[in-house]
């Protein structure tokens, strides 16, 4: 081979690096290394002596040959025969080895040596332990590094933001997931991830199901995102909820008794709607019982009186949908929970409908 002998010092090789690098001859790298190395430089009649970034290309070339976290692991450690200090990047080709040999024990010992031994990791080094973990279904075990990774002003891939949904939700986990949430969201960096908008209406649906009104607002916030999202590209992608969803937030927040979830969800619907109709009865019913549930009388009423504005003079409305006795009684119920003090509270409203 030519280059065996056009490269005469560090910069040259890596020029043919890059070059084969780009061509994907990545046994013509390792070749050359172990030629170059073995070679005496021209100009001073030493032994050829690599930098850091010239042997992570070896690494990089002895990765993509298949080489075994093992064998990887070994030949970062040879960097220590040329008084070279295996970096962040070096560790990471070998991390990427055990990840692709699903080697959690050997990453997390790896990840471990990195701390103690002052090459501290970066954001590529926790992505790649913390996935591997969450993929083994060691959440628990990834959630050390992701604090560790959080704490250092890292971020946290999408990917692996993605991975910790899919175990979480497939596990049942949704106070880990609303954990999780909650900490990505103490940092700049990390609190723009958003799921897939199928992701989250999936999160919305298992903490409506589940009472947990902390991560259905952290699910409806996501929504409100990608509707945001889609208002300001060219051309505009009108993304809208369904309003069965809706009406399943607004029920959880009045099992929940959580104001702040029943205004995200009617704000979710205002924005999904974008003034072309009004809410289905259904709709305006589920917000009634919220604000009933919650103890808010006269938002209640309020609620009833846009509902009566916007139905009460339709032919095709059942009028069973008004009555005291079957779709407001929850709104009853909670006139007469204390007594004559709540009724008095509200003896105006009552009125206008007697």
Known sequence: MAAFYDAPDVTGLK???????AEQRWEDMKHLFDHWVRSLDAATGKPNHPDV????????????????????????????EFELQPNAASYNLVLKSMVASQETEGAEKLIERMLQTGTFPDDESYNLVVGLLIRQNLVDSSLKYLDLMLKSGYTLSLTVFTDYIRACMRSGRLDTLTSIIEKCKTTDKNKVLCPEWTWCIDIADAAFEANNSKLA???????ARWIARGENVKPPVQLSVNEGLVISALSAAGRTYNTDLLNAAWSLLRKSLRQKRAPTPETYLAKIYAHSSIGQLQRAFGTLREFENAYGNSEDIDLELFSPFTSLHPLVVACCKDGFSTLDSVNSRITCYT
């Open 15 to 21: 020029e043919t690096f890059a070059k084969y690098m």
């Open 53 to 80: 970034d010239l042997f992570n290309h070896y690494l990089r070339a002895n990765l993509m040959t298949r080489a075994l976290p093992h064998e990887m692991l070994d030949l970062a450690d040879h960097m220590l």
């Open 217 to 223: 607002l952290f699910a409806l916030e996501y929504l």
